[in-house]
């Protein structure tokens, strides 16, 4: 796009993105048309592919200017051979203005440095067969911002989203600008831990959680966090003054309830309203194999919960933007279906003994005339109330919404995948 009000893309694993076009211009009497393309509102790791029209441009370094960036040129043979020349700038806060573009163009000198801002500055020569629909649409694949890792206190490229999620909380600059002390690391530490945990599939395997995508600083930071938690199917919560990170794995309950902590009688809903059910599971991903075009992963039925709903099929939809592995999407996919069939919910006061507990959690709850022996729920609401004793004497007691789960809702085999078809479906030549 061109655009002189253009909001700041944010970049995290890898990805493929356009390009915002803030300086262009042509010389030699129209011969070059040199442009700049800033593809991210930050340092990044790496621009790793060029793209014109959708068709990947093998390149060739061949020597660099005085600021020692590289000349990059289109391999031999390639069909802009001899017609194109790049230069990628990752974005430093030292940066220097292209030097190449200092001495070609009269309007850009050594202040228009971009600092902090990743770009590519494009020239293209004038040739009516190498370009016979004008300038092509040019994008790129960057791997996108370094990021804290708490575990050894290193900054790197990652696509874990623990610390990708971290990272958009801590952003003085595009993010929520939380400090350190807000920031719960041993939660984020194991969630980090858990999502770089190997995962077997069907052929081969994976890491169990990857974080890649992209958005645009005009984005709520709510829709942002919301894409970045797809990515682990869990939550972000906010407690006792920190933030932290609950992935979507089965948490082992240390803490159970039963009739002697109760302050209150049990709230019990044993089914969820029509609108929220579901029994089959659709949706997009960007598949990198295809160009990182959105394309739909395996959909995810279940012939059990359909004759629990009269034979009637009800698909939910469920994109994850930020995931490109079908193989995860999946996995993600029958962890939300699982989790809506789990359909019995609680609300009750307990006594202090619940205290220990905070959203997200697991505990066994243990009720003879409800027939609940240690059955397992997840804890999705929890705060403070005071409460008279039988003389009128107040007291703190903890409000609970409960859910239940099972560690079931968490299990899949390399048996349940589907295998997905990628990359173009046509192969025309060029015209």
């Known amino acids: 796009v061109k655009e002189a009000t253009k909001s700041y893309r944010i970049i995290y694993g890898k990805t493929r993105v356009g ?34 029209d959708d068709s990947e441009v093998a390149l060739t370094q061949s020597g660099s200017d005085s ?23 990752l974005g430093t806060s030292s940066q220097s203005a292209d030097a190449d573009l200092v001495s070609d163009v009269t309007n ?20 009516n067969d190498v370009f016979p629909s004008g300038i092509p649409n040019i994008s790129f694949e960057v791997e996108g911002k370094k990021v804290f890792d708490p575990r050894d206190s290193s900054t790197a490229f990652s696509t874990n989203p623990a610390l990708c999620i971290r990272d958009y909380l801590t952003d003085t600059t595009y993010g929520l600008s939380c400090g350190t ?14 999502s770089d945990e ?31 938690l797809s990515t682990v199917g869990g939550n972000l919560i906010y407690s006792n003054g920190t933030f932290k990170l609950k992935p979507a794995v089965f948490s082992s309950p240390t ?20 609108k929220e059910l579901f029994n089959a599971v659709k949706g997009i991903y960007s598949e990198p194999d295809n160009l990182y075009q959105p394309q739909d992963y395996p959909f995810l039925t279940s012939s059990t919960f359909e004759s629990e709903d009269n034979s009637e099929r009800i698909f939910a939809d469920i994109n994850f933007p930020f995931t490109q592995s079908s193989h995860t999407c999946q996995r993600l996919a029958k962890i939300q279906l699982q989790k809506a069939r789990q359909q019995i919910s609680v609300e009750a006061t307990f006594d202090l003994t ?53 560690s079931a809702v968490y299990t899949f085999s390399s048996s349940d995948y589907s295998s997905i078809t990628t990359g173009a479906t046509t192969n025309l030549p060029t015209a």
Request: hydrophobic share 35%; charged share 25%; with cysteine.
């Open 19 to 52: 390009g915002n076009i803030v300086f262009a211009e042509t010389t030699d009497n129209n011969q070059y048309i040199h442009l700049v393309y800033v593809v991210a509102g930050h340092e990044v790791n790496n621009i790793t592919k060029i793209f014109f």
């Open 67 to 89: 600021n020692g960036v590289a000349r990059l040129f289109p391999s031999s043979g390639n069909t802009f051979e001899g017609k194109v020349r790049i230069k990628k700038h």
């Open 108 to 127: 850009w000198t050594t202040d228009h440095r971009i600092r902090g801002k990743a770009y590519v500055y494009v020239r293209l020569e004038f040739d």
């Open 181 to 194: 002390s807000e920031i719960d690391d041993t939660s984020f530490t194991s969630a980090a831990n858990t």
């Open 198 to 228: 190997t995962v077997t599939l069907d052929s081969g395997t994976e890491k169990r959680f990857t974080c890649n995508g992209t958005f645009e600083t005009s984005q709520s930071p709510k829709n942002i966090l919301e894409n970045f």
């Open 255 to 274: 803490v159970t309830l039963d009739e002697s902590n109760l302050r209150s009688p049990l709230e019990i809903n044993t089914r969820v309203s029509k």
């Open 354 to 406: 619940a205290f220990q507990l905070e959203v997200g959690d697991t505990v066994r709850l243990t009720n003879s005339r409800m027939g609940f022996s240690a059955k397992e729920f997840e804890v999705v609401g929890w705060n403070f109330a005071t409460q008279n004793d039988n003389e009128g004497n107040p007291g703190l007691v903890i409000n609970c919404s409960l859910r239940e789960t099972a």
